[in-house]
């Protein structure tokens, strides 16, 4: 079982709506979650991290943590195309390191 | 706040070749740093993790002979790609955390594309 399970997609969303991109961890014991963004060709972009369960918001954003249940999702309201991209999803461990999902590409439709 | 440059962007050099890449925490000091690859259409690839004036720790598979790293202050990072062969050619980004957090928290380099003819 891989520690950090995102859907890989294509997630198709049109113009305007809310995007929903998921992601469940195996370690329970996980304190830190994070939401990365990479353009096709470039490096990833920190989006926002949560370490609290519940919702965190920021602008369009919005991150949210269920530790019972092990999974973080985020959700994107007003889609832009220019929030297409690939999301990825991390999870911090005891080492500082973070173990990342492979990503979910995302699509936004005019 | 939290600016990572990395150098140089793009590389193209002749198999047998080493390519030294340059990170440095612009705004910030950085208790570790940490360097990926990223295969076309794959996830990222930890390589090696970096603490300041101790030797990196690689990752299973890595050569660390191979793809060396300097650490030399709290905000320069340097990874070396020794007698570089064409199945090197990869995107490697690097990333730091800054000092005192505990959030695991990391801020990218624009990342260094790599072809080795």
């Known amino acids: 079982q891989k520690e950090v399970e995102q859907n890989s997609g294509p997630l198709s969303v049109p113009e305007g709506a809310i995007a929903s991109l998921n992601c469940t961890y195996s370690?329970?014991?996980?304190?830190?979650f994070f939401w990365y963004r990479q353009y096709s060709g470039k490096s990833p972009e920190l989006i926002m991290f949560i370490y609290s369960n519940g919702d965190k918001e920021d602008g369009r954003f919005t991150a949210q943590l269920n530790k019972a249940s092990q999974y973080v999702s985020l959700l994107i309201r007003d889609s832009q195309p220019s929030d297409s991209a690939t999301y990825l999803c991390a999870v911090g461990n005891s080492n500082y390191q973070l173990i990342w999902g492979a990503g979910t590409k995302l699509i936004i439709k005019p | 706040g939290a600016v990572v440059s990395q150098h140089p962007s793009r590389v193209i050099c002749k198999s047998g070749t080493s390519v030294k890449i340059e990170c440095r925490s612009l705004d910030f000091q950085a208790t570790t740093m940490f360097w990926y690859r990223q295969f076309p259409k794959q996830s990222l690839m930890l390589m090696a993790t970096s603490n300041e004036g101790s030797k990196a720790t690689y990752e299973q598979g890595v050569e660390k002979d191979k793809f060396l790293i300097n650490h030399a202050s709290l905000t320069l990072s340097t990874l070396t790609v020794t007698s570089a062969h064409p199945e090197d050619s990869s995107f490697y980004i690097c990333?730091?955390?800054?000092?005192?957090?505990?959030?695991?928290?990391?801020?990218f380099g624009a990342g260094t594309r790599l072809s080795v003819l």
């Open positions: 990333s730091a955390s800054p000092l005192n957090t505990n959030l695991n928290i990391q801020y």
């Open positions: 370690d329970r014991g996980s304190q830190s």
